[in-house]
């Protein structure tokens, strides 16, 4: 089970230093033209993680292993592909990668883009049911398929005694290996961004 860590309050060292360690990091993608307060909000919290994850690296170990959601490629390719999908995780895993961390691809090309491109199907506002039904079969099918091809990746690539930190959107629904110890990075600015939200589709 995943340990919340909105509030840095310093685990028992010893407890984790040994063993496979995941840093989970929600990914939040900022719209291409953000209201200036979003953009704020957006800003504050990606500081926000920054300052906790060098909080548990301090602590536990430094991170090793970079896994970010829709990367198929690694090294400076990877690299290239997150800078334009999202500054503020980038620099997350930039400042990693400068410390002597890989990025690790956790996507399949295949199982990707059909996962996007049925979720761009189910986004439509399907009207008859029979084809919402099968449309949606085949959502949850790559999508379990997907998840579990993550779930491969970092088992497979996360070596004993390794860190590594992922970010991913919440819901992911990825099942980690047992023996993985997970901890959730959920700094306070999570729960603004949230509420901002809220507020916006209430209007």
């Known amino acids: 089970m995943a340990k919340k860590l909105g509030k840095i309050e310093k ?20 719209p291409s033209e953000p209201q200036a307060d979003f953009k704020k909000l957006i800003n504050s919290y990606w500081s926000q993680v ?4 060098s909080k548990l690296e301090a602590m536990l170990n430094n991170v090793d292993k970079v896994y970010h959601e829709l990367i198929t490629v690694g090294g400076e390719e990877g690299m290239k ?3 334009k999908l999202n500054s503020g995780s980038y620099q ?6 400068k410390k002597g961390a890989e990025l690790q691809p956790i996507e399949d090309g295949e199982l ?3 996962f996007m491109d049925w979720s761009r199907c189910l986004a439509l506002g399907l009207q008859n049911q029979k084809v919402f039904a099968r449309v949606y079969k085949s959502y949850i099918q790559v999508q379990k398929r997907r998840n579990n091809h993550i779930a491969r990746q970092i088992d497979k690539t996360l070596k004993s ?15 980690f290996p047992s023996d993985i110890e997970v901890f959730y990075v959920a700094p306070p600015g999570l729960d603004e961004i949230k509420r901002w939200l809220r507020a916006r589709e209430a209007d």
């Open 50 to 53: 920054e300052a906790q994850v």
């Open 161 to 175: 005694n390794g860190t590594g930190i992922l970010l991913i959107r919440e819901g992911h629904q990825v099942q």
């Open 11 to 30: 685990p028992p060292v010893a407890e984790y230093r040994t063993g496979r360690k995941l840093f989970f990091t929600p990914l939040i993608f900022t």
């Open 81 to 83: 592909v997150i800078e």
């Open 112 to 114: 990707l883009t059909e």
């Open 92 to 97: 997350i895993a930039n400042t990693r990668l």
